[in-house]
């Protein structure tokens, strides 16, 4: 089934897979956005027609909730169903304690507020997401189109006095306008390269006027599964403490081939 994959959709499909076992019938589930969570909602599809598996889906973006349409996932939204058993997402970053920098697709807000809603959040990626300390990757801050740039320079202020590398906030821009989330919203990319205390900088970002969300998960992913193009699976579990490696568990039907 991974034939004809580049190297990076191999490693996305295979922790997707993963991912897509901890998922029961009966389960209300928060189905994350981006090219991870779109093997996430691809491999549930499948389950959906060959299995039967019956689940009601809440999805984070309406790029998401067409996919899941398509393959014949039922979806709701988060007000009728009211509390998820479970969501898997993606992440643009993440450390060794689960914390995370969402956001790379523009879909933070849904994206935190689906994972807050559920009793547990996976994460899937691939190995190239895993960093010694957030920050390389520019943080997605949502912001109010009013008053966005008194709300940028406020942000590039407040950041000369904390524990990052960097201070410049980019509006994102979609060709020459600037990019809409679903929420009808702007975002501003933060260039930190360094994040000292992703906790304090999540709670500080939220206090400035005009911000609505910003892209930083700390205390909210349970587990991350970390997919590699040969096939092999790292889950991490952070009430465990623990890291468990599976070896390709395809290699001998690669080697048949
Ligand atoms: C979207 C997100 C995505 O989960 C994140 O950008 C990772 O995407 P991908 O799986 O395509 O690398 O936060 O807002």
Same mark, same amino acid.
């Given at each position: ?16 897979? #993963? ?52 393959? &014949? ?29 969402? &956001? ?15 009793? #547990? ?15 390389? %990757? ?73 911000? =609505?969300?910003?892209?930083? %998960? ?24 623990? =890291? ?7 290699? %001998? ?5």
């Amino acid at each position: 089934m991974t034939d004809n994959l580049s190297p990076a959709d191999a490693a996305k499909s295979a922790a997707a897979l #993963r991912a897509a076992s901890y998922v029961k019938s009966g389960m209300k589930i928060g189905l994350g956005t981006g090219s991870t969570a779109a093997w996430l909602v691809k491999h549930l599809g499948e389950r959906v027609r060959s299995e039967g598996l019956d689940i009601i889906a809440v999805p984070t973006s309406t790029r998401t909730a067409e996919q899941a349409d398509a393959e &014949g996932i039922t979806i709701t939204s988060l007000n009728d169903a009211k509390w998820l058993d479970l969501t898997i997402d993606g992440a643009d970053e993440y450390d060794a304690d689960l914390a995370l920098i969402k &956001g790379g697709g523009g879909a933070l807000l849904q994206e935190k507020i689906v994972a807050t809603a559920s009793d #547990r959040m996976i994460v899937i990626a691939d190995e190239t997401k895993f960093v010694d300390r957030l920050g390389r %990757f520019p943080l997605p801050v949502e912001v109010l189109g009013f008053g966005m740039t008194a709300t940028q320079m406020l942000i590039e202020e407040m950041l000369e006095g904390l524990d990052v590398s960097g201070s410049k906030a980019v509006p994102r821009m979609d060709g020459d306008a600037l990019f809409v989330t679903d929420e009808g919203n702007h975002i501003l990319d933060l260039h930190l390269e360094r994040i000292g205390n992703p906790r304090q900088l999540s709670l500080v970002l939220n206090q400035v006027p005009g911000v =609505v969300e910003n892209g930083l %998960f700390v205390d909210i992913c349970d587990i991350c599964i970390t997919g590699f193009a040969n096939g092999r699976i790292e889950v991490r579990d952070i009430a465990r403490g623990s =890291v468990e490696t599976t070896e390709n568990p395809n290699a %001998f039907l690669d080697l048949a081939d």
